[in-house]
């Protein structure tokens, strides 16, 4: 087995670690296989793209709620190919698959993060391959609060199919702000000192006497 992640980066940007891609080893299962001849339809396929809040293992996942993270955190999906050819040369089984990715604003076209290769998954194993999965990390620093739209193409190296491709949502919102009580009191201006002392002289004793207080002990 060989795992590949490659880095994304800012389009005509910097270049700066974006996009991280990853794929585990399917589980030694031939009956779950998911290039099983039952299925009707042969052509390369995925599950859709799930944002999640985290990723345990095959369909052990954590659904991130609404979709939605800052741009201090980073965008983790989750995905299964489907019907991916497996290679047979002598023995041996052979699986390769390859991803590209790119962010974009919801409904526009203009690309803000884009990486061609951001996943190279090559699997080689003596037994019939099962199922496996997909997630990418994708750092969105950077991004400003709205909604956005990653879009994925999966590739087969052993399959004459057209590369598929899906599109999941996520929304960016503002990071939490500090408490507005504590903003208020540290908005207040501060009287220097001797502005303090002058004030005081010009309260005669005789008001300060007559002003009513209640005391705080019991």
Same mark, same amino acid.
């Given at each position: ?22 794929? /585990?080893?399917?589980?030694? /299962? ?9 299925? #009707? ?18 369909? /052990? ?39 590209? %990715?790119?962010?974009?604003?919801? %409904? ?27 997630? #990418? ?82």
């Amino acid at each position: 087995m060989r795992i590949l992640p490659a880095f994304a980066a800012w389009v005509a940007a910097c270049l700066l670690p974006l996009s991280l891609g990853h794929a /585990d080893p399917p589980p030694a /299962d031939p009956k779950s296989s998911p290039s099983s001849p039952s299925e #009707n339809d042969d052509l390369l396929a995925m599950t859709p793209g799930i944002v999640c809040r985290s990723i345990n293992g095959y369909e /052990d996942y954590e659904v991130l709620p609404n979709a939605a993270l800052t741009s201090e955190e980073k965008l983790l999906v989750y995905f299964r190919p489907h019907r991916y050819a497996v290679d047979r040369s002598g023995d041996g089984y052979h699986i390769h698959l390859t991803q590209m %990715g790119q962010v974009r604003k919801r %409904g526009e076209k203009a690309v803000l993060l884009r990486k061609e290769k951001m996943l190279e998954y090559e699997w080689k194993g003596t037994k019939p391959p099962g199922p496996l999965y997909l997630r #990418n990390t994708v750092a969105l620093k950077g991004l400003k609060p709205g909604e956005y739209e990653f879009d994925i193409t999966l590739r087969d190296k052993f399959s004459k199919d057209p590369a598929v491709t899906q599109t999941v949502q996520f929304r960016i919102i503002p990071l939490a702000q500090p408490d507005s009580g504590e903003d208020a009191n540290a908005s207040q201006p501060q009287s220097s000192p001797r502005e303090t002392k002058k004030k005081a002289r010009r309260v005669s004793p005789s008001r300060l006497k007559s002003t009513p207080r209640r005391s705080s002990k019991s």
